[in-house]
């Protein structure tokens, strides 16, 4: 089944995206939630003219996030946590802290755009987050979690 996605699905594609996916899963799933509609050759065609008229307006939004991903470069923050006396974590950290820590030095990112390298973060120690600016722009950050 052949779809035109409305809205980011993780693992699947981007907004605007024209995806392949089992009929199932488009019937069941994507469709009903309002995450994409059926490919048919009107709606390609309407999909092509909006793409086109909103390529100039991409063009725009994408250098600004060049230019927020050049002060993010070698950038580095540092997120405290509640550890026991061996370094492990009470609880864990997440994309909201680090999202809170980026908040306090300027960068206004929201938490969903945070990437972390493993699912939970149980010890302290120095870390690597993706943050995705844009749907071409990435940039990596280091972060530092310390004791309270």
Do not use: C, W
């Amino acid at each position: 089944m052949e779809l035109i996605l409305l809205q980011d699905v993780q693992k699947l594609g981007q907004k605007d995206d024209l995806v392949n996916v089992k009929n199932g899963y488009g019937r069941n799933f994507l469709v009903p939630g309002g995450y994409a509609i059926a490919a048919t050759a009107s709606a390609k065609k309407m999909h092509a003219e909006s793409l086109r008229q909103r390529a100039h307006k991409e063009e725009k939004i994408k250098t600004v996030a060049q230019e927020l991903a050049s002060k993010m470069t070698g950038l580095k923050i540092v997120v405290g946590a509640k550890t026991s006396t061996s370094g492990k974590i009470f609880g864990s950290v997440n994309t909201i802290q680090i999202a809170e820590a980026l908040n306090e030095k300027g960068f206004e990112i929201d938490r969903k755009n945070i990437s972390l390298p493993e699912d939970q973060i149980k010890e302290i120690g120095n870390y690597k987050a993706v943050i995705k600016l844009h749907r071409e722009v990435k940039v990596e950050i280091d972060f530092e979690i310390k004791a309270e």
